[in-house]
T-cell receptor, first 116, second 116 residues
Framework: AQSVTQLDSQVPVFEEAPVELRCNYSSSVSVYLFWYVQYPNQGLQLLLKYLSGSTLVKGINGFEAEFNKSQTSFHLRKPSVHISDTAEYFCAVTESGGTSYGKLTFGQGTILTVHP | GAVVSQHPSRVICKSGTSVKIECRSLDFQATTMFWYRQFPKQSLMLMATSNEGSKATYEQGVEKDKFLINHASLTLSTLTVTSAHPEDSSFYIC????????????FGPGTRLLVL
């Protein structure tokens, strides 16, 4: 079984400042990693995903994440945030094979609040 | 892009009644759909996995007789909350996985259920 820990429940930041949302996972097998964003009263939207290959993954809206296998981390970053980035962000993992293949395990979520 | 819809978006019902939530993949065929539940300020928890034409697989602790799932076609899955009680009040979210893009799930906008 896998698990995901998002280290910060809330992250306040000023507009145009950089931001990092932290995510650590644990799994005994290879995994695929995802970041989703949830705006108020909306469903989840995929920001980016890591399946294989380059450990630096670029997603939509200027976000990127880096897969670090040795530290079992998949932190999300954006060099300059906008007010519109205010939302809740979820890190998720699924095993790349086996009985749990395709089943997403989510972290607790990080609420990003961008202040003017 | 892949679009998943849910109906209704909100529902209020009396305790003891049953509620049906529909999840549709609008522009692709979804061989697998997932049902999640999200309590306030918590992460998404997988309830069950639904494969077209077969019985759903429920996660540990989820009552299959209370949460009836039907996946009768490649574009529709339904979740029926039977004899709903106030503790069933939650945000129910479905997702669908495409055959050609198996590692990514597309999420519906969710259904907010309030049981009085």
């Amino acid at each position: 079984a896998q698990s995901v820990t998002q280290l910060d429940s809330q992250v306040p930041v000023f507009e145009e400042a950089p931001v990092e949302l932290r995510c650590n996972y644990s799994s005994s097998v290879s995994v695929y990693l995802f970041w989703y964003v949830q705006y108020p009263n909306q469903g989840l939207q995929l920001l980016l995903k890591y399946l294989s290959g380059s450990t630096l993954v670029k997603g939509i809206n200027g976000f990127e994440a880096e897969f670090n296998k040795s530290q079992t981390s998949f932190h999300l970053r954006k060099p300059s945030v906008h007010i519109s980035d205010t939302a809740e962000y979820f890190c998720a993992v699924t095993e790349s094979g086996g009985t749990s293949y395709g089943k997403l395990t989510f972290g607790q979520g990080t609420i990003l609040t961008v202040h003017p | 892009g892949a679009v998943v819809s849910q109906h209704p978006s909100r529902v209020i019902c009396k305790s003891g009644t049953s509620v049906k939530i529909e999840c549709r993949s609008l522009d692709f065929q979804a061989t697998t759909m997932f049902w999640y539940r999200q309590f306030p300020k918590q992460s998404l928890m997988l309830m069950a996995t639904s494969n077209e034409g077969s019985k759903a697989t429920y996660e540990q602790g989820v009552e299959k007789d209370k949460f009836l799932i039907n996946h009768a076609s490649l574009t529709l899955s339904t979740l029926t909350v039977t004899s709903a009680h106030p503790e069933d009040s939650s945000f129910y979210i479905c997702s669908a996985k495409t055959g050609g893009n198996w590692e990514t799930q597309y999420f519906g906008p969710g259904t907010r259920l309030l049981v009085l």
